[in-house]
Nanobody
Framework: QVQLVESGGGLVPPGGSLRLSCAASGSILNVKVIGWYRQAPGNRRELVAAISSSGMPNYDDSVKGRFTIYRDNTKNTVDLQMNSLKPEDTATYYC?????????????????WGQGTQVTVSS
């Protein structure tokens, strides 16, 4: 199982952009799905976007048209480009790997999480 480390968070005004990066400790070539998730204080962790090993993306409705997920199997990274950010996007963002492609749709299915990266959208 690869270990993942998130980076790229920060403070950005509404309407701004950020690019998050998820770097793996090993090859992600055979990892069926890698997802980005977020958790705001007092809220459950939720799926933001996920991408399959073949590059097929899946987005939560709340971010469609604003966020884009990218996967690079040669660099072992999965990035999340976030545009037109809103205050309600404020959260800690995490990535996680679903080796077999069966659990990615529900963050409660994962046992382990990394540190995450904080995104704050505020003027």
């Amino acid at each position: 199982q690869v270990q993942l480390v998130e980076s790229g968070g920060g403070l950005v005004p509404p309407g701004g952009s950020l690019r998050l990066s998820c770097a793996a400790s090993g090859s992600i070539l055979n990892v069926k799905v890698i997802g980005w998730y977020r958790q705001a204080p007092g809220n459950r962790r939720e799926l933001v976007a996920a991408i399959s090993s073949s590059g097929m993306p899946n987005y939560d409705d709340s971010v469609k048209g604003r966020f884009t997920i990218y996967r690079d199997n040669t660099k072992n990274t999965v990035d999340l480009q976030m545009n037109s950010l809103k205050p309600e996007d404020t959260a800690t963002y995490y990535c996680n790997a679903d080796q077999e492609g069966f659990i990615w749709y529900d963050p409660d299915n994962y046992d382990n999480w990394g540190q995450g990266t904080q995104v704050t959208v505020s003027s």
